[in-house]
């Protein structure tokens, strides 16, 4: 299953209820991008309600809050980059890295929205 920024590793014979089972896949960036810019996999969100999946993408590691990112021609903001990790065998290891992102117009609504609570 390829990905517009990466791709998808699993074997040519998954089915859905064997990928249902697995908890951890494999995604790997496209070599030329991933040794050029250092970009790995994000699971990219719009936490627009409801919350919508944009897919898994290459990002930067560097990427934070307020940088703009476009994704199939859609400019958004990042509102959140976060980095989750599970205990395993008494360490821990990630287990997600996830991009909440606003549509670039909702973003700035919503900082013109909370300067005018601040100020009343």
Do not use: W
């Not at 590793?9 to 089915?15: F, I």
């Not at 790997?28 to 897919?55: A, N």
């Not at 307020?66 to 199939?72: A, Q």
């Amino acid at each position: 299953m390829a990905v517009s920024y990466g791709a998808l590793a699993l074997s040519p014979g998954a089915h859905s209820s064997t990928l249902a089972r697995r908890t951890r896949l494999q995604i790997l960036c496209k070599k030329k991008e991933r040794d050029r810019d250092h970009q790995y996999p994000f699971k990219v969100v719009e936490i627009t309600p409801p919350p919508r999946s944009l897919g898994v993408r290459c990002f930067p590691t560097n990427i934070h809050c307020g940088e703009s990112v476009t994704i199939e021609g859609q400019a958004y903001t990042v509102s959140a980059v976060v980095h989750r990790y599970q205990l395993r065998k008494g360490k821990y290891e990630p287990s997600e890295k996830r991009l909440d992102v606003l549509s670039t117009g909702r973003y700035i609504l919503n900082m013109y929205l909370e300067n005018l609570l601040e100020q009343s």
